[in-house]
């Protein structure tokens, strides 16, 4: 509906300040052209918001003025209040204030809304944590998390993943949260890089300024890095024909995904001994061994032949290793 947009378009330039016409069009799905009559709607109705073309320009609303809208409709209270939300924001040591807030809210609420904040916390949360994840340790992040809101240089030790240990002074841009561990985007030797907060050994906050590039954006960056991370690091897929125990084919999907299920639908009768033959992919050739070797005597590898030949030689190894 219009009227829905014309008080997104009020919120986001209250919320932005200064924004191009084409960001407006981009945030709430329409043309330019739409966002410039939204702009002209609302200077007709007494809203002092105007836009300037060219270079340097966009559109905006007059120094000062601030809207006393506080409307919330139903659906936007219950996504406010969904439980489980905030919990990475524990990591960072404001989960009090984040429930002091959400208090104040519930309060200042109409006693209807009342109602539907406290149905959605007894019927909706969310975990943000995978299966069996042991949580890392990041005692650093609250002395990013202070650096980056003071827009300060930071100087830290920094384990690389194998192992190499490394000092640098860095311009720390944001923190992300990604399943339960964090991340923090930099700028180190004069090029943006990606550090993992468990990582790092020892953060000090200097007196120097951070140095921020000119239009980052956290956001966009993140998700054309982690695009670009995920499509190097895919090495698979690897296909392993295995035979199955018929004890084993139920438990497999809890540990592979449910996309199992479909692949052991669609598997071929079992044999005279009740196991099923399948073909699933893993990463690479290491990944696979790796999860076959945890799956004991309840699978057999029936191809490849070199994959075949490596469990023997490793299951091989750990029997002679105990048996010493």
């Not at 690389?160 to 339960?180: C, M, T, Y």
């Not at 906050?205 to 695009?227: H, M, N, V």
């Not at 897929?237 to 592979?256: E, G, K, M």
Request: some cysteine; hydrophobic content about 40%; proline content about 5%.
């Amino acid at each position: 509906m219009r009227a829905d947009r014309l008080l997104s378009l009020l919120m986001l330039l209250q919320i932005k300040g200064q924004c191009t016409a084409h960001d407006l069009a981009k945030r709430l799905e329409v043309s330019e052209r739409t966002i410039y009559r939204d702009i002209e709607a609302l200077s007709t109705a007494g809203v002092p918001v105007y836009a300037e073309r060219g270079p340097g320009g966009g559109c905006m609303l007059a120094e000062g003025y601030r809207t006393s809208l506080t409307g919330l409709t139903e659906s936007e209270v219950r996504t406010l209040f969904m439980s489980g939300i905030a919990s990475p924001l524990a990591d960072l040591g404001v989960s009090d204030a984040l429930e002091a807030a959400m208090r104040k809210l519930l309060a200042a609420l109409p006693t209807a809304h009342r109602h539907d904040a406290e149905r959605v916390r007894q019927r909706l949360y969310t975990d943000s944590t995978w299966w069996y994840e042991v949580h890392q340790t990041a005692p650093f992040l609250q002395t990013v998390q202070m650096a980056i809101w003071q827009d300060r240089k930071v100087r830290m030790t920094y384990r690389k993943a194998e192992g190499e240990v490394s000092e640098r002074i860095i311009d720390p841009l944001g923190l992300v949260a990604k399943a339960g561990t964090w991340y923090m985007v930099a700028v180190s030797y004069g090029e943006l890089r990606v550090f993992r907060i468990s990582r790092i050994r020892n953060a000090v906050i200097l007196d120097e300024p951070c140095q921020r590039p000119e239009g980052f954006d956290l956001e966009e960056y993140w998700k054309t890095w982690s695009a670009e991370f995920q499509a190097q690091t895919q090495v698979g897929p690897f296909p392993v024909t295995l035979r199955i125990s018929p004890d084993f084919a139920p438990v497999l999907p809890q540990i592979l995904g449910e996309s199992i299920h479909d692949v052991i639908e669609q598997a071929g009768p079992p044999d005279t001994e009740g196991w099923i033959t399948l073909t699933l992919n893993f990463g690479s050739f290491l990944s696979a061994r790796s999860y076959i070797l945890g799956f004991g005597a309840m699978v057999e590898v029936l191809e490849p032949e070199e994959l075949r030949q490596d469990v023997i030689r490793v299951a091989a190894n750990i029997v002679d290793f105990y048996k010493r």
